[in-house]
């Protein structure tokens, strides 16, 4: 006999009904480093779904920097930050990314999920507004609503409607929560008007820069530097699990701030350290993002000329102006099948659905790396027509 509470587990056939039919896109054994090309499931793909953009995750460098950390600190800290978790070279990474993103101190969490749940739900308190595009990632999401603070949404990049909720709540204490650059959708937020509307109503800005860093702005300091307005973020996140090559998070903002969050967030309090190898390849990672410009340069110049072929092809590319650039396909299991096809065909991409988008709007997310080489992009140009035109989604 099922219990109640497990009934839903035994009624929940999504997964099992995609596998019947040779569409499951999930849990693909990846069996090599993660660079262009991996090993999945024992055949060779060509990778449009990483966020490893400048390519470090497997740069000679990084990798012995993570190895030398083990060798010095072990493969544990053992306990929380708050307590026995940290060391020298955690208080190391934090100066390097407070100075690089220009913010008096930073805190490093074990994960980027944990930097925005621990410190939205602690810096917002009871009688207090967080505000959010309605396209911010679910981390922010879940730490707005571990939040004892109001949780209210606008409209993706609609500022007419940010600033009637500004207003609405004008009086309050208001943050207003943003992605730099929108996993999905590829498209940046509009910090200008953002940061003149906060002012205009005495909101905070909190900018999540984890898929920015590195990545946009001259130094790759995200979309704070893109805008010149760095000083207009009042609190920067970044994770290192993409350009930075490792995992972890990073909030900075002034020192006064970092030191309420290093003491009142949960995720920090109550979670084990983030582990030496891991804090020593995000080290490295940095160094590589301040002194090898070209990485982006080379990444931007590849974003620029997959969204023109894709749209000269007849894709949807939305609004995107990164590397990251999702193609609008239509409904559900269309995305699934043309996963399928395009994994046939030695392509690993991702099928984004609903609920992550709008219903009829499913996607297929591609993301490119500074080491796709013109031979790698040729030949995912090759199959996205291929496959598009056999499912009738471009002519």
């Keep these: 006999m099922c219990l109640a509470v497990f009934k839903k587990c035994f009624n929940f056939h999504a997964s099992s009904d995609l596998k019947k039919m040779g569409f499951y896109p999930y849990f693909h054994r990846v069996e090599s480093e993660q660079g262009p090309e991996v090993i999945v499931d024992g055949a060779k793909k060509i990778v449009v779904c990483s966020n490893n953009y400048l390519g470090l995750a497997n740069h000679p ?6 190895v030398n950390a083990v060798k010095k600190y072990g493969t544990s800290c053992t306990g929380s930050r708050f307590l026995n978790g940290t060391n020298d070279l955690h208080e190391k990474v934090e100066s390097k990314f407070a100075k690089f993103v220009e913010k ?23 009688n207090e507004v967080l505000i959010t595009d309605k396209l911010d990632h679910a981390s922010i999401i879940d730490g707005c609503r ?23 709540y004008y009086g309050k204490g208001m943050l207003i929560v943003v992605d730099g650059i929108f996993s999905m959708e590829g498209d940046m937020a509009k910090l200008p008007k953002i940061s ?16 920015s860093l590195g990545v946009v702005g001259k130094n790759g300091k995200g979309i704070g530097e893109y805008f010149n307005m760095k000083e207009d973020i009042d609190v920067v996140m970044a994770t290192a699990s993409k350009s930075l090559a490792s995992i972890g998070g990073f909030i900075a903002s002034k020192t006064e701030i970092i030191d309420y969050i290093k003491h009142n967030a949960r995720t920090m309090i109550f979670t084990a350290s983030l582990p030496p190898g891991c804090v020593g390849a995000i080290d490295a990672a940095l160094d590589l993002v301040i002194n090898e410009p070209e990485r982006r340069t080379k990444l931007i110049k590849i974003s620029q000329k997959m969204k023109s072929a894709f749209e000269f092809m007849g894709y949807n590319t939305n609004n995107s102006n990164s590397p990251i650039i999702p193609l609008t396909v ?18 690993f991409a ?13 996607i297929i997310r591609t993301s ?3 080491t796709h080489s013109d031979l790698h992009l040729d030949f995912i140009l090759e199959k996205f027509n291929k496959v598009g035109k056999q499912l009738g989604i471009i002519a």
């Design 61 to 66: 460098k990084v990798i012995e920097a993570s």
């Design 146 to 168: 571990l939040s004892s603070g109001e949780l209210v949404r606008f409209r993706h990049n609609d500022m007419t409607d940010l600033e009637r909720q500004l207003s609405k």
């Design 350 to 362: 991702s099928p984004v659905t609903t609920p992550a988008v709008p219903e009829g709007r499913a």
């Design 104 to 126: 008096e101190e930073a805190v490093l969490f074990t994960t980027g999920h944990h930097s925005n749940l621990g410190t939205l739900s602690s810096l917002v308190g009871k």
């Design 368 to 370: 490119y790396m500074a």
């Design 196 to 211: 003149n509307l906060a002012k205009k109503y005495g909101a905070g800005v909190f900018v999540d820069e984890a898929h």
């Design 330 to 347: 239509g409904n559900d299991l269309v995305a699934f099948k043309m996963w399928k096809m395009l994994f046939d065909e030695g392509i």
